[in-house]
């Protein structure tokens, strides 16, 4: 894990500040495979301080019953956080991390779509409880 994370993480814990996230699970996409028409629209910014090349951050799931997934889609390519350009999921992590609400810029379709999107706070507690179940297997033998 690269220390910079941990410097974050650490900044947060001591400011007692949320973290916040997209509730979106994002995979990198060549452009080659993006929507022919996003791939004219994306063309030049994608390769434009991108290390990771032409590529696109598409979403592929959604948290079930969250307000992000009441907005996006999947399939939806995640253009810009906030106004600025994402192109790693690193970028969208810093994004959105103190920020309950985002606005957040996508290719859909054959259009390009402006949304609000309500992240979720991340509390910090995991695992509360954990509940262990063991069946008995039971074997019956038949007389014969």
Known sequence: ????????????????????????ELALQPLSRARRLACRRLGGAAGTGNP??????????LTGGSQAARVLQQGDLLLAVEG????AFRDVERAVADKPLVKVTVWRGTTEQVLDVDTS????????????????????RIAR
């Open 121 to 140: 706070r991340l509390g910090g507690v995991d695992v509360e409880r954990v509940v262990q179940w063991q069946a008995r297997l039971c074997r019956r």
């Open 52 to 61: 990771q090349g032409k590529q696109v951050l598409g979403i592929t799931r």
């Open 1 to 24: 894990m690269p220390i910079e994370i941990v410097t974050e993480m650490l900044d947060h814990v001591r400011a007692a500040a949320p973290l916040h996230a997209l509730d979106a």
């Open 84 to 87: 600025k350009p994402v192109h």
